[in-house]
């Protein structure tokens, strides 16, 4: 699968984004990429049924769509990625490879988890992008990517929520801590220009950034290690619900000399007991 994966990491990464692009013309897809839990009460988690038939029975189609269907459009990808390796159609083991991928690190970003996803509420406004954006841009090259092997996943829409659950035990932290930085932090200070692309925009300042950072504790860099795993873990236990096909003979380009010589370093690693992430999953 590593071998898979590697030699069309540069399609994936191209579709990493579509199920972004696709909420500018399609309507249905925003809801699928957060959970407004907070909507369901304080322990909403207790109250959600994890079925979505028994879901929407309780409080409706209507409403389960306008709070957020992540954690069963997970489940979705997931099954149409095994019906995509049963048919051994490349392209779309690809697409959907990325697209399940997005909604996994969509579901472990806590902002996705509450209605109050940009602190709006709070009068936070700026903090999705905060955790989200500006924090790993500034330090994500400094994150440990070593997060183990993939493993088998026997109940998808379970771990789906199990994902969920863990991001929204997040969100009270991440409010509460950029509040008291806000409290302290010179207001003169907060911001500063970024060059982005081809103009000067205003966004947080890299000394609030690494504040925020340094009281969040790692939290965004655990957030990413665990989506990582997820996501090898999903696909590959995709790949055995799909009676674990040959995916030597649907790799599309032929790996360079060195991609083989990487590969067989990284097996050997596994093989003497260490672990790491391969290509970066």
Partial sequence: MA????????????????????RYVDSLEAPRHFLDADHYG???????????????????????????????????????????????DTTDILKTSANLGHYIADAHVPLHL??????????QDGIHALWE?????LFSDRYNYNVGTARYIDNPLNEAFKICRTSFKCVDSVLRFERMLNSSFPQ???????HRGNKNVQDYSAAYAKAYNSILKG????????????????WYSAWVDAGQPDL?????????????????????????????ALGGY
């Fill in 3 to 22: 071998r898979f994966y590697q030699t069309n990491i540069d399609f994936i990464t191209q579709h990493a984004v579509d199920a972004d692009k696709r």
């Fill in 42 to 88: 304080k322990r909403p988690f207790m109250k959600l049924p994890v079925k979505w038939k028994e879901a929407a029975k309780k409080y409706s189609e209507d409403t389960l769509k306008k709070y957020g269907t992540v954690p069963w459009e997970i489940q979705y990808q997931y099954y149409r990625l095994v019906d995509d390796f049963k048919r051994h």
């Fill in 114 to 123: 509450t209605k109050n996803y940009n602190g709006q509420l709070t009068h």
């Fill in 133 to 137: 954006t500006r924090l790993p841009e």
């Fill in 188 to 194: 003169d200070k907060k911001y500063e220009m970024v």
């Fill in 219 to 234: 939290m965004v860099a655990r957030r990413m290690r665990s989506a990582i795993l997820e996501v090898g873990s999903f």
């Fill in 248 to 276: 030597n003979k649907l790799i599309e380009k032929p790996m360079s000399t060195q991609e083989r010589k990487n590969i067989k370093r990284e097996v050997a690693l596994y093989k003497g007991g260490k672990v790491l």
